[in-house]
């Protein structure tokens, strides 16, 4: 029965994609790198940049077989994520978060993913450098724009608050970002 569900799941995307008639809408600013940050470890990252910035330097990285940094910066990106989507108010665009990682890990090899995952579950075992770096790096300077422009909100004109919550607790918001991802105490 599921693959039933699969394939004609599969159908109805492969029709859509090639359909004419469909057009894709993207606002100013979405999933936008405004400070697209090189392969580089985490402690070397800016609070100024944003998940998007994150992961296209993350990509360098896999691209350049160096799975250890690609690691430190899928964890710092998912952090920044993390918080905020619990600080941007459009539900709808908090997907932008899983866009950006699935752009970012699309086109790998099994053995690429394999090694990433090595990679990651090695800091998830030993993760002080990952936490005493996002710790120093300190909350984020930037503002979620990539994020927010990625929503509905984008379409409707429906931002209040420049599409942060209101009342917004930041520091627990991040403690709980980095609890979340890293597991930092």
Not at 2 to 22: D, G, H, Q, Y
Not at 39 to 68: H, R, W
Not at 74 to 94: E, F, L, N, P, Q
Request: proline share 3%; net charge positive; hydrophobic share 35%.
């Amino acid at each position: 029965m599921n693959k039933i569900l699969i394939i004609l799941a599969s159908m109805v995307v492969a029709s859509c994609a090639s359909n004419p008639n469909i057009t894709n809408y993207q606002s100013k600013g979405n999933l936008e790198s405004p400070k697209p940050a090189s392969c580089t470890v985490i402690n070397q990252l800016l609070s100024s940049q944003n998940p998007a910035d994150i992961f296209v330097g993350m990509k360098k990285c896999l691209n350049d077989e160096n799975y250890s940094t690609a690691a430190e910066m899928y964890y710092a990106a998912m952090t920044y994520g993390i918080y905020d989507t619990k600080r941007v108010s459009d539900k709808t665009a908090h997907q932008g978060l899983i866009v950006l990682r699935m752009n970012t890990l699309n086109g790998l090899s099994e053995q690429q993913i394999f090694l990433l995952q090595s990679e990651v579950n090695a800091i998830r075992q030993n993760n002080a450098k990952v936490c005493d770096a996002l710790t120093a790096r300190g909350l984020p300077s930037y503002h979620p724009t990539y994020m927010i422009q990625h929503g509905m909100g984008a379409f409707t004109g429906s931002h209040s608050n420049q599409g942060i919550v209101d009342g917004f607790d930041r520091k627990s918001a991040w403690a709980e970002a980095i609890e979340k991802t890293v597991k930092c105490k």
